[in-house]
């Protein structure tokens, strides 16, 4: 499942994040990728331990946490915790690849599988021209390109590529979600049966039939999550 | 007329983001974010080793879950973005007392009328026709807001009496806004939004009969026709007699909208808006003893020959232009004509001449009347009088407004721009009865029905006025500090108008003036949001057609406005609620001062002001309540006047009541039955310009109710308005009181299919 999370940053934290974006020490993006993905990355990454890096860290986390849609369609167990990218100039583009299933989290040793992947968008679209996040999803492929604050989650499963930036410079963080619930087919089912409950308690209250509803969406999640 | 809250409309999501349909706006909290958020403390998000980013055990925060389709009117009492300012914005980020009547509300109170919706927002009264004015008559803050009527943030200032059929919703922006509108708006404008198209095929019709003979048939038909493309048409029949026995209202209206490109870089739209209106108008009852007749309240004794025959009719092409980083730019041409024709009957109690040489006194203020509120009697002498107006106007606006961000020498800015052209063209008529006037005295007792007389007046050409407009502003919003916003804009007028009279030579008058707007945001979290601002706006001579060899020489009122205010959204973003703190300043106004002025000017010598608190609250505390409400404490004051008006100096300021108030809820007590009740109100307020008379129209608060039943796509509701019978002045001038609805009610019959 594809899907778009409006404002997961505000545009002032976006602003902040800028800020400091523009007087951090980018590396060499090779450092986190896997052997065949270091083949075809070629972008700028923030080192992992930096402070700047830290406090960016942070303030997504903090997004993440009141952005109810991310919570619903993501149902997650572990976050990884977030990085940054630049994608300018020499360092422009990021083949066709898979992210590896399983990451250790720096500095910790502890594992995550990679269930869900996140792109959240730190440029304005105007501010670069290519850079589009091209997903293979099960419903063909999709260019994404998000106003700056906005995210986009896919299944980790998917093949991707960022194309060629050929002006201006891209900025984003990524991360990968564990989720509680491993299989994207069953999350994309509870998001839809989430959402028309939510439609439904809308337009008729709670209702009866709306609260059986929720129950079978609990006993789904019980039947599947790994809490 | 009522409608069940429908399915909410999706608009394509502009980017290419989604293969999944995109998640609406929502006002509830999802399920899973419920499930995974409530133990975010214990589950925790997996951690660097470094303690810098370890997650707060912290209480999930409030937040509105906010999708990227447009929400309706339709859908909620609760608004949370706003044309108001120009462009589109969340209402957090407007530093001005913003109330949005959306049409939910308007749909569930049976409001049929621009003027009855208004009676849901604090700060506002009621004018009486006369003066030269018909139509739609609004004091907002105590200042008149006859100019400052907008359609879909163009000026819609011919006078008629509006209707709400082919509303989405109406937003009232308090306190100057000249900076954004141009000349006008001292106290405040109103800005109808209309329906838009939509890309999903649906339809609603709306049969409503009622006590009183009121019948209204609406009809709403939106039909999809393309990807992105839909063709909507409202339409509305209104055939109702009043309360009074003698006025009546016959109106009817269809408004076809066709809208491409809906959600893709260049969006247009076109369509066409009439509405007409052959009514019997109600000009009240005279004061008496300083307080209007109670007993009049159903007593009218005008004339069935009587009418108020208005149409408006304008059609428009827009076009929107979305660019790849969120800004918008629209253009809009508008070319509108209006006509307006009154014959109308005044009442009153007959008073003693006070100057002998005149005959028995019929009309304010002659004399003072010969019977009081204890010692009239089906005897006393009812005197009529004439009220005539008749005027056609051409209305044409050409304007663009430009919404966008930029980030300039590292800080982000929200800019927003536009230019405006107006010409506009009105010829104003008199009539005379060469015939002398077929209209005579009555008594009291003899209550009409009035058999029509004929009408031998003769119609002819008075004024014609030509205004021409140009304006430019600019306004930027600057992030000043992560949590800091500041905002400037500046606008720039040309205004000339020329008149060309019957009796008297030509005049012209040009003013260039500036206005401007300045405020502070402060947006500690995403749930609160604090804000002071100052706007100025001014009035020029002759901007409602209004020139004679004086003001045509004397330069803008001008008027400004200071607020401090706070906006929360409570209840996961369910509930907002808001209060302010205001003044609102009229600081050169014209006075007609004989003794003062010259004979070919008037002075800018007066000056007033209003300072207030209001609160508002609206939204959905629990799934099943929904709630609109608000309450503003107000104090107008006059400061300073020319030596003729030297006694009202201290004085309340006219239809400034002290305390206006609101408050409507309903409750979802089954999925199929619902039940509404509320009350509105005002204190005890003078007519304007009437600061000085002992007339006072007395404090009121009248209830309403509704219960609705809803069965597949049917609906049936009946509302109850004014449960307890009060009677009450609704709409006052110097002369006479129009008295308020009484008891009745409403039943409708809505399907959707």
């Not at chain 2, 359609?151 to 209707?163: C, K, T």
Request: proline share 4%.
């Amino acid at each position: 499942m594809l899907l778009r999370l409006p404002t997961v940053l505000t545009s002032d934290e976006v602003r902040h994040a800028r800020t400091l974006l523009d007087n951090a020490p980018w590396d060499d993006g090779r450092v986190t990728a896997g052997t065949q993905s270091a083949q075809v990355k070629n972008n700028r990454q923030l080192p992992q331990d930096h402070t700047i890096t830290r406090e960016l860290q942070a303030m997504v986390l903090e997004g993440l946490k009141r952005h109810k849609l991310f919570f619903t369609a993501a149902l997650p167990q572990h976050v990884f915790p977030p990085l940054f990218n630049r994608y300018a100039g020499e360092a422009n583009a990021f083949g066709n690849h898979i992210d590896n299933a399983v990451r250790f989290i720096h500095g910790s040793g502890e594992r995550l599988r990679t269930d869900v992947s996140c792109t959240l968008f730190l440029s304005d679209p105007a501010e670069y021209d290519g850079g589009e996040l091209v997903i293979e999803d099960t419903y063909g492929t999709q260019a994404v390109k998000l106003p700056a604050g906005d995210m986009v989650i896919y299944p980790s499963s998917s093949v991707h590529r960022v194309e060629p930036v050929t002006r201006g410079a891209r900025l984003a963080s990524f991360f990968w979600v564990q989720s509680m619930v491993r299989s994207d087919e069953q999350r994309r089912l509870l998001f839809d049966l989430d959402m028309s409950i939510l439609n439904l308690r809308e337009a008729h209250g709670d209702t009866p039939a709306v609260v059986r509803l929720t129950g079978t969406y609990h006993n789904l999640l019980r039947m599947w999550a790994d809490a | 007329m009522t409608r069940r809250k429908g399915s909410s409309r999706k608009a394509p999501v502009a980017s290419a983001a989604s293969s999944h349909p995109a998640p609406m706006a929502r006002t509830l909290a999802p399920l899973g974010a419920l499930a995974a958020g409530f133990g975010f403390a214990s589950l925790a998000f997996a951690q660097a080793s470094t303690p810098a980013a370890e997650p707060k055990a912290a209480a999930l925060p409030q937040v509105t879950v906010k999708g990227t389709a447009e929400r309706t009117g339709k859908e909620s009492y609760q608004a949370t973005t706003t044309t108001a300012g120009k462009g589109k914005q969340e209402l957090r980020d407007i530093p001005q007392s913003l109330t949005v009547v959306t049409e939910k509300l308007m749909d569930d109170k049976n409001y049929d009328t621009l003027k009855s919706a208004m009676h849901t927002v604090t700060g506002i009264a009621f004018e009486a026709g006369e003066g030269g004015a018909i139509g739609d008559l609004i004091r907002i803050r105590g200042f008149s807001a006859r100019g400052d009527i907008f359609q879909d943030g163009m000026r819609d200032i011919a006078q008629y009496n509006r209707d709400t059929f082919n509303q989405d919703r109406i937003e009232v922006l308090r306190g100057s806004a000249s900076m954004l509108y141009g000349r006008g708006s001292t106290g405040g404008i109103i800005n109808q939004v209309s329906k838009q198209p939509f890309l999903m095929t649906e339809h609603e019709v709306a049969l409503t009969a009622g006590s009183d003979d009121y019948y209204r048939l609406t009809g709403d038909f939106n039909l999809k026709t393309g990807e992105d493309a839909a063709l909507r048409v409202n339409v509305m029949k209104t055939d109702a007699k009043s309360f009074r026995d003698g006025p009546e209202t016959d109106r009817q209206g269809i408004a076809p909208t066709y809208r491409w490109g809906i959600g893709t870089a260049d969006e247009f739209s076109v369509g066409f808006y009439h509405l007409s209106y052959d009514d019997v108008p109600d000009y009240g009852f005279g004061w008496l003893d300083g307080r209007p007749v109670e007993a009049a309240v159903d007593r009218w004794y005008g004339y069935e020959s009587d009418y108020q025959k208005d149409s408006a009719n304008y059609g428009f092409f827009s076009w929107l232009h979305r660019f790849d980083n969120g800004g918008e730019i629209r253009t809009t041409y508008r070319d509108g004509r209006y006509k307006r024709d009154l014959w109308a009957t005044t009442s009153r109690f007959q008073a003693v001449a006070v100057n002998p040489a005149l005959p028995l006194a019929c009309s304010y203020p002659q004399g003072t009347a010969t019977i009081s509120q204890t010692s009239y009697s089906d005897a006393s002498v009812v005197c009529r009088g004439n009220q005539t107006r008749a005027a056609k106007d051409r209305h044409r606006f050409l304007q663009t407004d430009y919404s966008g961000k930029a980030n300039w020498f590292g800080l982000q800015h929200n800019l927003l721009a536009g230019a405006e052209y107006a010409r506009e063209e009105t010829t104003t008529y008199t009539y005379s009865f060469p015939a002398g006037n077929p209209k005579t005295n009555t008594t009291w007792g003899a209550v009409g029905p009035y058999a029509g007389v004929p009408d031998t007046r003769v119609k002819a050409r008075a004024n014609d006025f030509t205004s021409d407009t140009v304006g430019l502003y600019a306004q930027d919003t600057l992030q000043l500090a992560p949590q800091w916003k500041l905002i400037g804009g500046l606008r720039f007028d040309h205004f000339s108008g020329d008149y060309e009279r019957a009796n008297g030579g030509p005049l012209s008058r040009t003013d260039n003036m500036w206005s401007h707007r300045i405020g502070a945001i402060y947006q500690p979290d995403l749930y609160s949001s604090y804000y002071v601002s100052y706007g100025t706006s001014f009035n020029a001579s002759g901007d409602l057609y209004q020139f004679d060899d004086r003001t045509a020489n004397t330069a803008p009122e001008k008027s400004r406005n200071f607020e401090i205010g706070a906006k929360w959204d409570l209840y996961d973003g369910n509930l907002s609620l808001r209060s302010s703190l205001f003044r609102t300043e009229k600081y050169n106004e014209r006075n007609t001062d004989a003794a003062e002025a010259g004979p070919d000017n008037y002075l800018l010598n007066g000056k007033r002001h209003t300072d207030g608190i209001e609160f508002e609250a609206a939204g959905r505390p629990l799934p099943a309540l929904e709630i609109f409400g608000g309450v503003a404490y107000m104090r107008g004051n006059i400061d300073k006047a020319g030596q003729n008006n030297a006694a009202s100096v201290g004085m309340d300021s006219g239809l400034t009541p002290r305390w206006t108030g609101n408050v409507w809820a309903t409750y979802r007590l089954t999925p199929k039955w619902r039940v509404g009740i509320g009350a509105d109100g005002m204190s005890d307020r003078k007519p304007a310009q009437g600061e000085t008379a002992l007339n006072v129209a007395p404090g009121y608060v009248k209830a309403d109710a509704m219960v609705e039943y809803v069965t597949g796509p049917y609906t049936v509701k009946l509302n109850v308005m004014n449960l307890t019978d009060k009677v009450y002045a609704d709409g006052i001038y110097r002369g006479h009181v129009v008295p308020g609805t009484t008891r009745s009610a409403q039943l409708t019959l809505a399907a959707k299919f």
